[in-house]
T-cell receptor
Framework: AQSVTQPDIHITVSEGASLELRCNYS??????LFWYVQSPGQGLQLLLK??????LVQGIKGFEAEFKRSQSSFNLRKPSVHWSDAAEYFC????????????FGKGTSLLVTP | NAGVTQTPKFQVLKTGQSMTLQCAQD?????MYWYRQDPGMGLRLIYY???????DKGEVPNGYNVSRLNKREFSLRLESAAPSQTSVYFC?????????FGQGTRLTVV
């Protein structure tokens, strides 16, 4: 069965500093991997996705993620964080089985300090 | 472009009452999903529909039923609401991965 682990429940970063959010997955084949962001009281917005090919994927809002098969990881990065990036971030894994339904991690809450 | 539309946005139910959450998408997606979100639990899949006419159980289906009315619409029904079903419910749709989410329904069962 596929699963996703986000080891960090909360992360605090100073505005302008770099950010890395960790995600580890468990899946037998090459997974489809996603990062979503959720602002308070809102739905989820897709930041980026990896299906195949180049292991470094670019997303919206200046985010990128790198797929590392050897480490079963798909970490999200941003070079310089803005106060508006404060939100909940979810990593998810899916497959063409089960209608591409996603299995989510429990999320990482990002706090940005001045 | 509406995307995924859920109704209602908020609902309070008494234990034992029933209700249906409605979801519609206008992106011509084949697959639709219902998730629930609870604090510290992430999103958990309740049911999904890979295509019109099919539905399958997800991780937490007990206490729920679904109907894929047509390609656009996918409803979630609580037959006899319980306090444990207090949650935020999200509908989503996708074609080949990378789901688009509605704004959610905040349901409280008292």
């Amino acid at each position: 069965a596929q699963s996703v682990t986000q080891p960090d429940i909360h992360i605090t970063v100073s505005e302008g500093a770099s950010l890395e959010l960790r995600c580890n997955y468990s899946y037998g084949a090459t997974p489809y991997l996603f990062w979503y962001v959720q602002s308070p009281g809102q739905g989820l917005q897709l930041l980026l996705k990896y299906f195949s090919g180049d292991t470094l994927v670019q997303g919206i809002k200046g985010f990128e993620a790198e797929f590392k098969r050897s480490q079963s990881s798909f970490n999200l990065r941003k070079p310089s964080v803005h106060w508006s990036d404060a939100a909940e971030y979810f990593c998810a894994v899916g497959s063409s089985n089960s209608g591409y339904a996603l299995n989510f991690g429990k999320g990482t809450s990002l706090l940005v300090t001045p | 472009n509406a995307g995924v539309t859920q109704t209602p946005k908020f609902q309070v139910l008494k234990t034992g009452q029933s209700m249906t959450l409605q979801c519609a998408q206008d992106m011509n997606h084949n697959s639709m999903y219902w998730y629930r979100q609870d604090p510290g639990m992430g999103l958990r899949l309740i049911y999904y529909s890979a295509s019109e006419g099919t539905t399958d159980k997800g991780e937490v289906p007990n206490g729920y039923n679904v109907s894929r009315l047509n390609k656009r619409e996918f409803s979630l029904r609580l037959e006899s609401a319980a306090p444990s079903q207090t949650s935020v419910y999200f509908c989503a749709s996708s074609r080949t991965g990378g789901a688009f989410f509605g704004q959610g329904t905040r349901l409280t069962v008292v």
